[in-house]
């Protein structure tokens, strides 16, 4: 049975919440917050590939320590580079 996309946002915000270290959680989880809801079905499926992704890599983008993988080279990545957190 297919997911529906509600449901399939809620399972992609909860997984952002949830990585497993604070500050992933804080990062991701604010950007689930504020860009998920307008994500189309390509992007979330985008969005969840960089989620399967282990959050130590995760991290080394975000801290730009390392270049994502080519096979991360989209608009989601890009989005998620250049995300500000609220205060």
Same mark, same amino acid.
């Given at each position: 049975?297919?997911? /529906?996309? @509600?449901?399939? &946002?809620?399972?992609? &915000?909860?997984? =952002?919440?949830?990585?497993?270290?604070?500050?992933?959680?804080?990062?991701?989880?604010?950007? #689930? *917050? &504020?860009?998920?809801?307008?994500? =189309? *079905?390509? %992007?979330? #499926?985008?969005? @969840?590939?960089?989620? %399967? *992704? /282990? *959050?130590?890599?995760?991290?080394?983008?975000?801290?730009?320590? %390392?270049?994502?993988? %080519?096979?991360? /080279? $989209?608009?989601?990545?890009?989005?998620?580079? $250049?995300?500000?957190? =609220?205060?």
């Amino acid at each position: 049975m297919d997911e /529906d996309l @509600e449901t399939r &946002r809620k399972r992609l &915000r909860y997984r =952002s919440w949830h990585r497993g270290t604070k500050e992933l959680d804080l990062v991701l989880g604010q950007f #689930a *917050e &504020r860009h998920l809801a307008a994500m =189309s *079905e390509l %992007e979330m #499926a985008q969005y @969840e590939a960089i989620l %399967e *992704e /282990d *959050e130590q890599d995760i991290y080394a983008w975000l801290a730009r320590r %390392e270049p994502a993988p %080519e096979r991360h /080279d $989209n608009a989601v990545m890009k989005l998620i580079l $250049n995300f500000k957190m =609220s205060a």
